[in-house]
């Protein structure tokens, strides 16, 4: 069975700072793995995936993640975090399989950014 | 384009009524999943369907759920004899084949509150 784990429920970071957002994952194979962003009363919105090839994945609004096989981890990265970054952020996974469809999301970790 | 919508934003129900909740997907997307955020937890997979194949139904949580897509277009997810537990928002997501290495793409939920 695949599973996910975002081991923090907030991140808190001061704007301009660094921010790092954890998930490790557990597949049977090789994964799919998914960053998403939900802001308040809106839906998911997708960030990033990482399928194959390099393990740095640049994705929307400056966020980037990388994939590390050997820690099962796929962490989400920006290097200067704003205010508007505040959000709910949730990493899933999909074992890759050819068959295999439904995606196993962490439990989201709340991402704060003041000023 | 237009994204995936659903309908309605909002509902409100008394314990023991039926709700049925719609999605309309992103035109030419053969894959559509549904999703429960519970308040302070992660997105439960509910239900999915992929063209004309037999829908993966394994998340649903008891036989009060069930859920059709016609035309392999518009889904209704229906909760029967509603519980106080049911309250959530109810997601749905579609994506384009193959769906197991595609983003998925959220419409904005229906919040159910049962009273």
Redo the contacts between chains.
Sequence with gaps: AQSVAQPEDQVNVAEGNPLTVKCTYSVSGNP?L?W?VQYP??????LL?Y?TGDNLVKGSYGFEAEFNKSQTSFHLKKPSALVSDSALY?CAV?E?????????????TRLQVTL | GAG?SQSPSNKVTEKGKDVELRCDPISGHT?L?W?RQSLG???E?LI?F?GNSAP?K??LPSDRFSAERTGGSVSTLTIQRTQQEDSAVY?C?SSSRP???N???????TRLTVL
């Design positions: 799919y998914f998403y009363n809106r839906g998911l919105q997708f995936k399928i949730f999909r890759n399989t050819g068959t295999a469809s439904k995606l196993t999301f962490g439990t989201g | 995936v894959a999943y999703y937890q992660g997105l997979f999915y992929q993966d394994s998340g997601l997501a769906g197991y290495y983003e998925q793409f959220f419409g904005p939920g």
